[in-house]
């Protein structure tokens, strides 16, 4: 599979906990995004990171949310102290910039619910 | 910033019969208008985009459409099957490779 990769794919946690996601993006795509995605919503931007650095982070990044992606390659977002108004499905997507008729794919999702 | 909005949230088509999902944004530095398709539990997948230098696209039984002196756009399926039933999301984005402005989305269901 060559796509998106997101781990894990469903997580619930206790209010209170701290929780990590994977994702692991397309071959040698270097730029990497993260949305949330409520129920009956569309997915609204978080953050993004071109190779190892981020670049832009939404208002929707609180300080409870932390995003990494270390050698460019995979990165990870975390939630410390999760509320319930965090239970959402976390989306990665990838692109690699400069190729012609470039666009952006969504890995699977990875759902998260604080009970 | 960009805001994208959606019309209608809901549409229910008989199965052959066509569908229009119709889009706004409102950011003049919007000029790459993608459509996803989501279905339950997967994430979102591109069915067809459109650049702001062309005014409609077409891939089978999917057109867009794009007016972007009135910045509307618009998702044409004809000829639906029940594999069509899904959430559609339109989105606006200044290139193919910035972040991407999502629409509210739209359920659309065929029925056989």
């Known amino acids: 599979d060559t796509g998106v990769s997101q781990n894990p794919r469903h997580k619930i946690t206790k209010r209170g906990q701290n929780v990590t996601f994977r994702c692991d993006p397309i071959?040698?795509?270097?730029?990497l995004y993260w949305y949330r995605q409520t129920l009956g919503q569309g997915p609204e931007f978080l953050t993004y990171?071109?190779?190892?650095?981020?670049?832009?982070k939404s208002r929707l990044l609180s300080d409870r949310f932390s995003a990494e992606r270390p050698k460019g390659s995979f990165s990870t977002l975390e939630i410390q102290r999760t509320e319930q108004g965090d239970s959402a499905m976390y989306l990665c997507a990838s692109i690699t910039l400069g190729g012609p008729g470039n666009t952006i794919y969504f890995g699977e999702g990875s759902w998260l619910t604080v009970v | 910033g960009e805001n994208v909005e959606q019309h209608p949230s809901t549409l229910s088509v008989q199965e052959g019969d066509s569908a229009v999902i119709k889009c706004t944004y409102s950011?003049?530095?919007?000029?790459?208008f993608p459509w996803y398709k989501q279905e339950l539990g997967k994430g979102p997948q591109l069915i067809i985009d459109?650049?702001?230098?062309?005014g409609e696209k077409k891939d089978q039984r999917i057109a867009v459409t794009l007016n972007k002196t009135a910045k509307h756009f618009s998702l044409h399926i004809t000829e639906t099957q029940p594999e069509d039933s899904a959430v559609y999301f339109c989105?606006?984005?200044?290139?193919?490779?910035?972040?991407?402005?999502f629409g509210p989305g739209t359920s659309l269901s065929v029925i056989p």
């Open positions: 459109i650049r702001s230098n062309v």
């Open positions: 989105a606006a984005s200044e290139t193919s490779y910035d972040k991407v402005i």
């Open positions: 950011d003049s530095a919007s000029n790459y």
């Open positions: 071959s040698e795509h270097n730029r």
């Open positions: 990171f071109q190779n190892e650095a981020q670049l832009e």
